[in-house]
T-cell receptor, first 113, second 113 residues
Framework: SQQGEEDPQALSIQEGENATMNCSYKTSINNLQWYRQNSGRGLVHLILIRSNEREKHSGRLRVTLDTSKKSSSLLITASRAADTASYFC?????????????FGKGNQVVVIP | ETGVTQSPTHLIKTRGQQVTLRCSSQSGHNTVSWYQQALGQGPQFIFQ???????GRGNFPPRFSGLQFPNYSSELNVNALELDDSALYLCASSFPGQGNTIYFGEGSWLTVV
């Protein structure tokens, strides 16, 4: 079964706007990772946040983690057309040990130039 | 560039045939995992190899099997192909232990007809 569930599933925004995606999970995690996938291509790692961290930044990306609510959010600021892609959250679950990721269904983001 | 390379990039097989997909992990990464991603879905964990031993398996039948070699490269073998095996197969590599970034290759697109 899918562990991460992203919300919303599809997002269409104008270039320059911010895009926010949420992800929820059900059981304890070691860490949570966000990935980007361009159509038909592999997964590009964006950011990793550990279970004892609450917020992390990387360039135009901001990720938050709330372990009490079992949720995470990914914010892309000042979006660009090149940000058009699918975004997945993936949880590294404690029950499975290490480095085994459970993915959500993904958010499809379209940035309109 | 993630340093994870997969081959072939695309292939078409007939139902009932067998297929072998290959992966070279990023230098020094001794943990390799395989994921199946059906169209429009998030990746699903197939299994993981660590130091040439299977180290965890997802909900996939035994006709999905794998190997890891001393140089940490890996193979995914699928016997008795079914139409539902049509998917993008992703290889991922990492160092073992918690909190490590997991890097994915570009994937192998398998179509079963």
């Amino acid at each position: 079964s899918q562990q991460g569930e992203e919300d919303p599933q599809a997002l269409s925004i104008q270039e320059g706007e911010n895009a926010t995606m949420n992800c929820s999970y059900k059981t304890s995690i070691n860490n949570l990772q966000w990935y980007r996938q361009n159509s038909g291509r592999g997964l590009v790692h964006l950011i990793l946040i550990r279970s004892n961290e609450r917020e992390k930044h990387s360039g135009r990306l901001r990720v938050t983690l709330d372990t009490s609510k079992k949720s995470s959010s990914l914010l892309i600021t000042a979006s660009r057309a090149a940000d058009t892609a699918s975004y997945f959250c993936a949880t590294d679950l404690k029950i499975y040990g290490n480095n085994r990721l459970a993915f959500g269904k993904g958010n499809q983001v379209v940035v309109i130039p | 560039e993630t340093g994870v390379t997969q081959s072939p990039t695309h292939l078409i097989k007939t139902r009932g045939q067998q297929v072998t997909l290959r992966c070279s992990s990023q230098s020094g990464h001794n943990t390799v995992s395989w994921y199946q991603q059906a169209l429009g879905q998030g990746p699903q964990f197939i299994f993981q190899y660590y130091r040439e031993e299977e180290n965890g398996r997802g909900n996939f039948p035994p006709r999905f099997s794998g190997l890891q070699f001393p140089n940490y490269s890996s193979e995914l073998n699928v016997n008795a192909l079914e139409l539902d095996d049509s998917a993008l197969y992703l290889c991922a590599s990492s160092f073992p232990g918690q909190g490590n970034t997991i890097y994915f290759g570009e994937g192998s697109w398998l179509t079963v007809v």
